[in-house]
C-alpha cells in the first residue's frame, strides 16, 4: 500500500491538453510542473474520459483565421471558453514559411511584428499586444520549429489568460 501511495505522488496533477487544427491526428500534453511536452494519438482525449483520473477545469476554444502574406502565415483568432461566447482574449501566431529555425527567423519576425503593431497603433484599438516567447529549451526543443513548438506556445498564452484573468478578479 506504500508503494501505492509514492507512485500516485508521482503523477502530475496540472497539465494543458491542446489539439492542433493542422494535426487533427495528435494531442498534445503539456505538464508545466516537469516542463515536458508529450506527443500522443488523438484517442487518448477518450482514453482520458474514460480512465476518469482527470477532470477538465477549463476549456478554451481558439476560433479564427489563417492568411497567408507572402511568405508569412498568419493566424489570428479569439479565445473563448468552450460552449460560451465570452472572449477570453485575441491571438495572433506568425510564422515565416521558409525557415524553420526559430534562431534565423527571429529577426524577420521580429520586423513583421513592428511593422504590425505600427499599424494598429495608428487606429487606436483599446488593449495591448503582449509579446509571449516561450523558452523552449525548457520543454527539451531545439530550435527547428515542430508543432510540439506550437502546442508549448498555446499552452503559454493559456497559462498567460489565466493568470491575467485571476489577477483581474482579484482587482474587482
Known sequence: MVREQSLTAEFPRDFLGISLPEQPDKYYFMI???????????????IMDKLQSYKSRVALCFEGFQYQL??????VG??????????RGIVMEVEY???SS????????????DIWQEAISKRSLPGHFMHIEP???EYGLLDHYTPQHTAVQYATVVAQMIATQTVQAARN
Not at 507572402?70 to 493566424?75: E, I, K, M, P
Not at 526559430?102 to 511584428?113: G, H, L, N, P, S
Open 135 to 137: 523558452n523552449f529549451a
Open 32 to 46: 508545466r510542473g516537469q516542463r515536458l511536452v508529450v506527443e500522443a494519438d488523438s484517442t487518448i482525449q477518450t
Open 97 to 99: 514559411l521558409p525557415i
Open 78 to 87: 479569439k479565445v473563448v471558453p468552450s460552449h460560451s461566447e465570452n472572449l
Open 102 to 113: 526559430m534562431e534565423k527567423a527571429r529577426q524577420i519576425i521580429e520586423e513583421f511584428v
Open 70 to 75: 507572402g511568405d508569412f502565415q498568419l493566424r
